[in-house]
């Protein structure tokens, strides 16, 4: 079934460092593809999106590109801060029964130090 | 409200106990999702409902897992004779209508309940 791989955390970065956060995925179909976001003590929230291939989703200085060839869309930032410190989650979208779900990655906690 | 609200935040109960956990969507949302965050796993999908539409139950995880929607508006995860492996964060989550969530419609979580079985 479709599945959603991310790499394990947490990963751990000084202010202004570079960020990578691997995503794979496996889908039937073309799904689109998401990063969630969760501060602490909130709700999911969407970061980014890209609904098909070669699309690049960016948003708060944060972007990845979705790749078909590779089945991939990693979560990149040029320089983080602290206030980046969070839970990211990769999910791509799963049509089936008549509607869409979401089908998450197991999160990537990020810790960003001054 | 102005988003997806549960209730409790947190609860802590004992094995054997049942337990009602609360989602109040956004206004005018006909889509809802429940969703369990298990530590150190993904957000696992549970159950979907779509207005009047028989719910989508294909994720509960066994029998003692039940949810329903009253007025297609708040909806309620009840799980009887809880297990500690039931502990988790429990996630709910409403769209306008569910079919636009790969495109053009966005999804909105409420914050949780932590579900702690002691």
């Known amino acids: 079934g479709d599945s959603v791989t991310q790499m394990e955390g947490p990963v751990t970065l000084s202010e202004e460092a570079f960020l990578t956060i691997n995503c794979t995925y496996t889908?039937?179909?073309?799904?689109?593809l998401f990063w969630y976001v969760q501060y602490p003590g909130e709700g999911l929230q969407l970061l980014l999106k890209?609904?098909?291939?070669?699309d690049k989703g960016s948003n708060k200085g944060f972007e990845a590109t979705y790749r078909k060839e590779t089945t991939s869309f990693h979560l990149e930032k040029g320089s983080v801060q602290v206030s980046d410190s969070a839970v990211y989650f990769c999910?791509?979208?799963?049509?089936?029964?008549?509607?869409?779900?979401?089908?998450f990655g197991a999160g990537t906690r990020l810790a960003v130090h001054p | 409200g102005a988003g997806v609200s549960q209730s409790p935040s947190n609860k802590v109960t004992e094995k054997g106990k049942d337990v009602e956990l609360r989602c109040d969507p956004i206004?005018?949302?006909?889509?809802l999702y429940w969703y369990r965050q298990s530590l150190g796993q993904g957000l696992e999908f549970l159950i979907y409902?779509?207005?009047?539409?028989?719910?989508?139950k294909s994720g509960l995880p066994s029998d003692r897992f039940s949810a329903e929607r009253t007025g297609g508006s708040v909806s309620t995860l009840t799980i009887q004779r809880t297990q500690q492996e039931d502990s988790a964060v429990y996630l709910c989550?409403?769209?306008?209508?569910?079919?636009?969530?790969?495109?053009?419609?966005?999804?909105?979580f409420g914050s949780g309940t932590q579900l702690s079985v002691l």
């Open positions: 989550a409403s769209s306008l209508e569910g079919q636009g969530i790969a495109t053009n419609e966005k999804l909105f």
């Open positions: 889908a039937t179909g073309y799904p689109s």
């Open positions: 890209a609904t098909k291939a070669d």
């Open positions: 999910a791509l979208s799963h049509f089936s029964g008549g509607y869409n779900k979401l089908i």
């Open positions: 206004s005018g949302h006909t889509a």
């Open positions: 409902f779509q207005g009047n539409s028989a719910p989508d």
